[in-house]
């Protein structure tokens, strides 16, 4: 291979490219936001009695976990498009993140209640707690402490998945990326530099989630 | 004395064999003449410029000329669909020789990549829903305007409306590709598109996109494209400007232009100075 690497376009386009981070950074954390919430009550369709909100919540999480999301970004941009319904860029991408979101966590939730043993939920209504008062501080702190793990993954797969919502326009990292590269056509340094930004925001991820889950494993630590 | 012939045979040979382990430093154009085979990186998704036919087949101006470039080589075309971005990376790796591609031929770029003297020019044209009431350029400062990110057009109308529109009520939307634009256009998502003339022209006479028409051209400037390839291939980069001059005055590209796009080939030359 016969090239000069040359950083300075990339250390020109910094500010731009951080600045488009933090449009990554912004429709992750609110899709995952919004994906914890309704993958929530999506899992409590799914374990309903009433067949309507068993068919909805299921039909969510088959489609949201069986079609690819760059196909639910272009359903949310083009395909809503199609019928005189504009959402922006940014609405289109998190509405899609969100739909992908909320799918896989309503899986990841039923999970983690069956990882909660069911007598635990008898035993407080036993002791005379309501049905919320022993979902609210008996099964839900369990729930969230054996879902943990996963979902930091899927926090990190938000991020990443978010790349996607260059194709609708939107102009978070890779779209900044994309567009700079067609600019100086530095196609390696744009790309490279890129992919250490991205991995370093997965990483603050990471640690942001360890250091948020620490109160919910307080009692294991304190075990060992 | 049958000591000092032996000896003088290996040292005959060993000089032969170090001449031919060591050739002189072939250039592109040796790879390419001693390959049999010219490698073009064509954008296969712009036509008139570079698409797919009827069976799959690379089509267009952008193929054409390349491969009538390997025939008065004397080689095999070979074309690589690439994407705009892929552009770079494919000659850069070594996996094309040239790219065709109509690119733009600006400074910036031209920092990275070589390009040769231009072989085509377009014109910026905005393209309009059958329905519109835009006749007149102007009228798009207050409209929402579609373009594909990255293209000359994208800059040049940032450009132009920071200076001359002001206090236009209006924006830019950015597109990942042409087709976005054209369906963004289509949908009524924005008021309307800029593209170059001869994709307008192309997609006009495509049953998809009937509800469209092409609205005034752009007062800002022609876009000027050229071959690509490495940057310090020189003896490669005179071969394909000859080539370009060649395929001009013996009306290659004038047939060419005739058969892909229709009317008189656009002058290939800037006015006033030498290139």
Partial sequence: MDYQFHWRPVIQALPDLLKASLVTLQVSLIAMALGLMIGLVLYFFRASQLRVLRGFGSTWVEIARNTPSLFQIFVFYWGLGEFGIFLSSYTAVVAALTFNCAGYMAETYRGGFNAVNAGQDKAARTLGMTRFQSMRYVVLPQVLRAIYGPMTNQFTWVILASSLGMLAGLRELSGETQYFNSRTFRTFEFFAATAVIYYLIAKMALLLMALLGRPLFKAERAKS | ?275
């Fill in chain 2, 1 to 275: 004395m049958k000591n000092t012939t032996v000896l003088g045979a290996f040292g005959a040979l060993a000089l032969l064999g170090a001449t031919l382990a060591t050739p002189a430093a072939a250039d592109k154009l040796d790879d390419v003449l001693g390959s049999g085979k010219l490698r073009c990186a064509v954008v296969l998704d712009f036509p008139p410029m570079g698409y797919r036919d009827a069976n799959n087949e690379p089509a267009g101006m952008d193929v054409d000329i390349c491969k009538d470039l390997a025939s008065r080589m004397g080689v095999d075309a070979e074309v690589v669909g690439v994407t705009w971005a892929e552009r770079i990376p494919s000659l850069i790796s070594g996996r094309t020789d040239v790219a065709i591609a109509s690119s733009s031929d600006s400074l910036e770029r031209a920092q990275t990549v070589g390009f040769s003297i231009p072989y085509m020019v377009f014109q910026f044209q905005s393209l309009l829903p059958a329905d519109s009431e835009i006749t007149e350029w102007d009228q798009l400062k207050d409209a929402n305007v579609g373009v594909a990110v990255g293209t000359t057009y994208e800059s040049e109308l940032t450009d132009y409306s920071a200076a001359n529109w002001p206090d236009g009520k209006g924006k830019i939307t950015t597109f990942q590709a042409e087709n976005d634009t054209y369906l963004a256009v289509s949908q009524g998502r924005v008021e309307a598109g800029i593209a170059t003339d001869t994709a307008i022209a192309n997609i006009l006479q495509s049953d998809s996109f009937s509800n469209l028409k092409a609205g005034p051209v752009a007062p800002f400037g022609a876009d000027i494209v050229g071959f690509m390839t490495q940057r310090n291939e020189f003896g490669w980069i005179n071969y394909l400007n000859l080539y370009i001059n060649h395929a001009y005055r013996d009306g290659t590209l004038g047939d060419l232009y005739e058969t892909h796009i229709g009317g008189e080939m656009p002058d290939l030359t800037t006015v006033g100075v030498y290139y």
